[in-house]
């Protein structure tokens, strides 16, 4: 079974810096889109980046600019650094991934935790 983890939320000022992981535990998978997605309070979840297993990226236009997704392939993990925080980017953020796959089945649209992003003004 493949899990994801997300870390690196916390409480920021405006302005600040804040990194996210998600790392995809389990053996013998390989992932192909990981993406982050966020949901703010009354708000429908929103995708916020995406990078393929190729390493092209896509991102939301609210965040171009800011934020840099980056993927370690080896260590099954994906990056978000999140640069010029606004208290508009507060959210929960959700790490997911759109294909496992493993030697016995593929696994559709995993979704980790999520991990609470509070900007301050």
């Known amino acids: 079974q493949v899990q994801l983890v997300e870390s690196g939320g916390g409480l920021v000022q405006a302005g600040g810096s804040l990194r996210l992981s998600c790392a995809a535990s389990?053996?013998?998978?390989?992932?192909?889109?990981m993406s982050w997605y966020r949901e703010a309070p009354g708000k429908q979840r929103e995708l916020v980046a995406g990078i393929t297993s190729g390493g092209m990226t896509n991102y939301a236009d609210s965040v171009k600019g800011r934020f840099t997704i980056s993927r370690d392939t080896a260590k099954n993990t994906v990056y978000l650094q999140m640069n010029s925080l606004k208290p508009e980017d507060t959210a929960v953020y959700y790490c997911?991934?759109?294909?496992?796959?493993?030697?016995?089945?593929?696994?559709?649209?995993?979704w980790g935790q999520g991990t609470q992003v509070t900007v301050s003004s």
């Open positions: 997911n991934a759109d294909k496992i796959f493993t030697p016995s089945a593929v696994i559709r649209d995993r």
């Open positions: 389990g053996s013998r998978f390989s992932i192909n889109i």
